[in-house]
């Protein structure tokens, strides 16, 4: 609502302040801080259903971090609108870098493989795949493409259900092996849905994060 538009507002002015002029001995009344200030806009709540409509306005969507929000780089995503993000250690923190495993960008276009273009490995990084795609049209285009032509994998992938229904069987002491449930729910595993892509793909994650947290800080910028 309003008033708590107008909390958060004066709490970013603070933070601004804060950052540009510590010491508050600016004349100009911290010109810097209130320049930055009127390029932030605060636009009202919408409805859930009308999210992706707003998002698809932008020019790419910075994923906030340590706590990121799934549903909202999803409905990114999902309008092709370029996403960057900095995968944290815990699962609030990693679920938009999880779509762009499943995505696949690399193997759709290898110049705009989620490594480049949206998945940062440090603060620093993360700025600056920002600025790249927010300044380069030819380069950010091309990442919509991709974008486009791999979010079905994010928005219709049936092996969600698939492993539900597995653990379900074995939960309830149904004796269905992988084979008979595949043929009975009539779902086929494509390659990027296969439970060794899958693992692979988990460890390599793993161990670029830890790379990462080895040579940065949050303090890098």
């Not at 999902?78 to 870098?97: H, I, S």
């Not at 074995?170 to 009539?186: N, Q």
Request: net charge positive.
């Amino acid at each position: 609502n309003e008033s708590r538009t107008k909390k958060f507002s004066n709490r970013l002015k603070q933070t601004l302040e804060a950052v540009f002029c510590p010491d508050n001995d600016n004349t100009a009344n911290c010109v810097m801080s209130e320049l930055a200030l009127k390029r932030i806009h605060f636009i009202p709540r919408v409805q859930s259903d009308q999210m992706a409509a707003v998002l698809s306005l932008g020019t790419v969507v910075l994923h906030p971090f340590p706590f990121g929000g799934s549903k909202t780089a999803f409905d990114a995503l999902l309008a092709a609108v370029p996403l960057v993000t900095f995968p944290q250690p815990y699962l609030r923190g990693r679920m938009a870098a999880s779509f762009f495993i499943t995505m696949e960008l690399h193997t759709f276009d290898p110049s705009v493989g989620a490594s480049v273009c949206c998945v940062a490995s440090s603060i620093s990084d993360y700025v600056s795949k920002s600025i790249r795609l927010g300044n380069d049209k030819i380069y950010r285009d091309k990442v919509i493409v991709a974008l486009k032509a791999r979010n079905h994998r994010i928005s219709d992938d049936k092996q969600t259900s698939f492993e539900w229904a597995r653990f379900l069987a074995r939960a309830m002491g149904v004796g269905l092996s992988k084979r008979e449930l595949t043929h009975d729910l009539g779902h086929y595993s494509h390659p990027w849905q296969k439970d060794d892509f899958l693992a692979s793909s988990i460890l390599k994650e793993q161990k670029r994060w830890r790379r990462a947290s080895s040579i940065s800080t949050f303090g890098d910028i």
